[in-house]
Structure formats: structure tokens, C-alpha cells
């Protein structure tokens, strides 16, 4: 089935500096008249090359997100960037609990939950990433893991009732690895966090569930086929022109 929305989510992690981040983004928006109308796309840029990339995709129907936010409004934190001061940059959505900041930063459960909530109170769209580590997964504990990152950023949460969740499954083992995960699998995964979603948050409208994790041109196809996958969140391929088109032509063949 055509699904009528394509969530292409594009995070640039720390691959490109001020220069390429600024080049990519007005080939893109100089390309921008050409996607699908049903693609939703976002870029998330680093918080040097924020500002300006906002600029350039302004009017072009091309979104932007911050990659990483800090809870507090202002204040002594040095080197953190706040919700509020991206939402002031134009910022529209904003990663929360992604694996590296997981992981290599040692972002605890708690702190993931006061940065979805901070930017839930900042008027910006939260995109929780969740996933299993490989030892995880080895151990099947997989579903365990998952439903708990949810339901700890989650249940606190006043959702505004009927606002669209977004939600990124990328295991960890599959990121940067080339080693995507089984689409069939994935499926299943998602089908499990819709339903932990909805029963955390009922007041919320759409739950909207994206793939991340070695995603590129030729495997996106065997991803959006699935009907619990809305859309994608892809790190290396994006921060490429010719990968990054390539996703946008195959995403719209499904
Ligand atoms: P890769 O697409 O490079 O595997 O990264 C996925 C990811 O972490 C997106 O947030």
C-alpha cells in the first residue's frame, strides 16, 4: 500500500564542517522543487552550521532539527545549546536519545527524558531514537530494552492530545556498520513500539515510526515496503549528495 507520508530524516552528526554543510544544503534546496510531495524531509545539522542551514531550506519546504538540545533554558553550561535557543534559530524538531548520545556521551535515562521534555515545553517536535546495543540482542532482551527507553522519556510526558509522536528504532549494532537490520525484523519492532506509544501516551494523534541504521539507496525500498515503517533517520548517506538523492528517488517507488 502507497503510504501518503515519507519521513526522510537526515542527520548529519558531525560529518560535515561549515563549508560542506552549507553546500549540501543549497543543492539540496535548489533540488527541493523536484521530491515527492508525500516527502517529509528534515535535516539535522551540526549547532555550528545550524543558523545558516536554516536559512537556506527557510522556504523550501525542507525541515530542520537540532541533533542535540540541553534542558535548561539559559545559564552557565558551557558549550550546551538550548530547546528554546534552537527553537529561536527556526529549529522544528530535535533528536532525543540517540544512540551516540547514549552510548559515547553517557546520556542516562533521566537526562533523556528532561531533553524530550524540554523540547516538547520549547514548541519543537521530539524524534526519540531507540534501539538495542548487540550484546542486547544477543541476550534476546531487545523488546525489554526498547519499551523501557520508551516509557522512561514517555510517561511523564502532558502529550498536547492528538500531536504526532515521532519515534527513530535504530539498533546500535547497526549504525555506521553497513549490517542494516532485517526489514521483517524492524517491522516487528516498530509494530511493538507503536503499541508501547500508544498505551504510555493515548492522548497522542499519529504515531509515526522511523528506521535508522546503514539505510542507503538500495535498501530503503525492502524498509518503507513495510507497513509499520513511516520513513527513515540515516546518518552516513545522508551527508552525501549523490547517496542522499538516490534515497529520495528510491524512497518514492514504494
Ligand atoms: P547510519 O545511517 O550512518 O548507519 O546512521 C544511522 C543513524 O545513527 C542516524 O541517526
Redesign the pocket.
Known sequence: MKKNAIYLFA?W?MYLDYDESNILANALASEAKNFDKRIKMAIFPSALSFYPVAQVFRDVGIGIGAQNVYWVDKGGYTGEVSANMYKEAGCEYA?VG???RRHLFGESLEETEKKFEAVLAAGLTPVL?VGETSAEKKNGITERVVKNQLESALKKISWPKGKEIII?Y?PVW????GDACDPEEAQKIQEIIKETVKKTVPKAGYVAALY????DGKNIGAFLAKSAIDGV??????AKLKSWLEIIKESVKK
Open positions: 542527520n552528526k533528536l540517540h544512540s551516540e531514537c527513530a535504530e547497526a549504525i555506521g556498520t535508522g541504521g546503514s539505510v533517520l540515516v546518518g552516513g548517506a545522508s
